[in-house]
């Protein structure tokens, strides 16, 4: 195992020299999606919801099962589920704009996060949003709704630290792939509704938790 880990680590910093910053994605923006998963003891259930934008109207919703061929190591999550989102990705029917994905971007200690490495394999514009900090500095913790303060790594400004609802914990920001710094966060706060996720990736993480409970 620790060959493997040695090997695919030599792949995630190989991919992160690919990454682009940049806004590449199509303007205006009419489509996004959001990607999230549930899982099983051997299974991933991938959920994708597409909206229109801004008004955020669901367009095509769907879900894929597949097994996980891979276990959960810190760093590594875009091998156990990159896979899974490249083959969810691949497979849907309305052209996407950017996709939004339940994972980090470039605010990873190898600068390829989930987010980014689901970007270069397949040359779509992504946007990284998680709940928790992996590697990141901040200054402080944003306690106004709205609020998103850069975060950083090894000197570099990775993303962003967002006060996405009251009440809740922030969440946090970076570019993924072909989406710069600064449009991942307005892009982010403008798919904000009533939730702590923005609506794309909020509705992709209830779908993938129903379906896990129909097939469980």
């Known amino acids: ?67 996980l061929n891979f276990p959960y190591v810190p760093t590594l999550l875009c ?35 989930c987010a980014s490495y689901v970007g270069v394999l397949t040359q779509k514009p992504t946007i990284g949003v998680a709940s928790s900090n992996l590697c990141s500095k901040y200054d402080y913790k944003p306690q106004e709704e709205g609020k998103a303060l850069p975060v950083y790594y090894e000197g570099r400004t990775v993303g962003w630290i967002l006060k996405s609802k009251a009440k809740s914990r922030p969440i946090f920001v970076s570019p993924g792939h072909l989406v710069g710094l600064d449009s991942s966060l307005r892009i982010t706060k403008e798919c904000l509704r009533d939730h702590k996720l923005p609506e794309p990736l909020f509705r992709a993480h209830r779908l993938a938790n129903e379906e896990k409970n129909r097939i469980l």
Request: glycine share 4%; with cysteine.
């Open 1 to 67: 195992m620790e060959e493997r880990i040695d090997v695919l680590r030599k792949i995630q910093i190989a991919l992160s020299l690919e990454i682009v910053n940049e806004d590449l994605f199509k303007k205006p923006l009419t489509k996004i999606s959001g990607v999230d998963l549930a899982f099983t003891r051997q299974e991933a259930i991938i959920a994708s919801v597409i909206v229109s934008y801004p008004s955020l109207d669901d367009l095509e919703v769907k879900t894929l099962v597949t097994e």
């Open 79 to 113: 091998f156990r589920e990159g896979p899974a989102i490249v083959k969810m990705i691949n497979s849907l029917r309305s052209k996407v704009d950017v996709f939004m994905i339940n994972s980090h971007g470039i605010a990873h200690p190898f600068i390829c996060g």
